[in-house]
């Protein structure tokens, strides 16, 4: 397949990026302008381009799919910034649909599964859902992916990344305190980013568009077990530090996944190691303090 993936020098679009052209399909990577950097982003070979921008829609030619992946991708810059957020999230799909259709393209969308809680709970969550609308009510093929937490190789703290377990292992790695604020047994469904590369790209062949589907593992686990087992996968001696607090609205809760879409994951125990393992590696951390 030919595949467009936007948001290309980000954590999700450069691991799909990269694991899709070793799975033998032709991607282009298209990054944002003026967007942070990133080690090892330059080897992707990336087209700048704004995904907002209408000619960003002449990548889309000859492609048999985008993959979405530019856009505000976390809740703390949506709150700083709710306007950005609409744009990033709703005025760059609603663009890239329109480019759907012009060149028989269909559009993954990956969503959150924190816009399937009524009302929505925070600024994110609200421009993910109106995302999610602008791909049912266009005409283009498209597909809703609600994603749980995802966590994996090209997450990385130092550049920017969030996530708690890329968190924990930044801290685990630097034998620093690993720090599990509000309600440290909350719950999140994590599920490993090479595994939801080979969900997306089953939908694609699949062409199983036109719904919205949960990309999860099915498997809940409270942050404070999940620190365990990034601090025994590093071998860190880090103290595990749960100070309570008020959290910003939707951060202290736990997230029922519900009905998932079906698709080999590999075991949470497993994936954290080969994560903590590809970020001993990672030239941010390499020649830093070491558990």
Known sequence: MKL?????SGFLGSRHTILLRERGHEVIAMTRPGGRPRAGAEALGGIERDAGD???RELIEGCDAVLHFAGVPDPATARADPTVAVRENVGTTLNLLEGCSEHGAALVYPSTLRVAQDPPPDPYAVSKRLGEQACRLHPAPSVVARMTSVFGPGQVTAEGATGAIASFAARAVAG???LIPGNPSRTRDF???????A??????TERRFDQTVTVASGVATPL????????????????????????APGENESYETGARLVFPTRPLAEAVKLYVEWLRSHPAVEGGTRA
Do not use: M, N
């Open 4 to 8: 467009l993936v936007t948001g290309a």
């Open 54 to 56: 209408p000619a960003a």
């Open 176 to 178: 620093e305190p690993i």
């Open 191 to 197: 599920v490993f980013v090479d595994d939801v590369v």
């Open 199 to 204: 969900a997306l790209e089953s939908l694609i």
């Open 224 to 247: 404070i077990d999940v620190a365990e087992l990034v601090r025994d996968a590093a071998g860190s001696s880090s103290p595990i530090e749960t100070p309570g607090g008020k959290l």
